[in-house]
């Protein structure tokens, strides 16, 4: 077989492969219009979220697996745990209050983020956590942006601790909700990172 048959054939087997791989991609499916979508977003009250997260302080570095598990509006259970799969901390939020279990220890307190700060040097937004995770801003929230379609792209907010926070959404689920997909939250010391992969409603 002659050069050139033999480069017209591999440029051939290249265009089929890269043809059935642009075939074999899924279509996004078409967000609802806004004002739908803010309605079942807000009817959401029971979810499960998973995620990849990054945290950055001046002391720490710290990465693991977020399972986010929402009961209804108030009310949930958290986990980070390292890549190996061992539990960093736990949080609950019910009816019998907060508490966090760091270090195989217990300790409960009204206000997790002022307690995750004391036992871990670092904190969150955790209060408004249920909303902003969904792409809701809450009441508190101040300097609201949104994007062309009219969603929420950017805010800040103040923790319990008084930590002023800067959160903005970096990409969305390409489905009827367009759920946050990546998440990124600043303060003037930490960097916290969400890189959601799946969704449970």
């Known amino acids: 077989m002659s050069v050139t048959i033999k480069w017209l054939t591999l440029v051939a087997l290249l265009l089929?492969?890269?043809?059935?791989?642009?075939?074999?991609?899924?279509?996004?499916?078409?967000?609802?219009?806004?004002?739908?979508?803010?309605?079942?977003?807000?009817?959401?009250?029971?979810?499960?979220?998973?995620?990849?997260?990054?945290?950055?302080?001046?002391?720490?570095?710290?990465?693991?697996?977020?399972?986010?598990?929402?009961?209804?509006?108030?009310?949930?259970?958290?986990?980070?745990?390292?890549?190996?799969?061992?539990?960093?901390?736990?949080?609950?939020?019910?009816?019998?209050g907060s508490s966090i279990l760091l270090r195989g220890e217990h300790y409960q307190a009204v206000d997790t983020s002022s307690l995750l700060w004391q036992l871990a040097g670092w904190s969150m937004p955790l209060a408004d956590m249920p909303l902003w995770l969904k792409g809701m801003p809450g009441q508190a929230a101040t300097a609201i942006e949104y994007d062309e379609l009219g969603r929420v792209k950017a805010f800040q907010l103040v923790d319990s601790t008084g930590i002023v926070w800067q959160l903005r959404y970096q990409s969305f689920f390409a489905d009827k909700l367009a759920l946050p997909q990546k998440i990124n939250l600043t303060s003037d010391d930490t960097n916290i990172s969400f890189h959601i992969r799946s969704w449970q409603l």
């Open 16 to 96: 089929l492969t890269s043809g059935c791989s642009l075939l074999s991609q899924p279509t996004p499916v078409k967000a609802l219009d806004n004002k739908s979508r803010l309605s079942r977003i807000n009817a959401i009250e029971q979810y499960t979220v998973q995620a990849s997260v990054g945290i950055k302080t001046p002391d720490e570095s710290v990465s693991g697996n977020l399972t986010w598990q929402q009961h209804n509006t108030e009310h949930y259970k958290a986990r980070l745990a390292n890549f190996l799969g061992f539990s960093l901390f736990e949080l609950t939020n019910n009816a019998d």
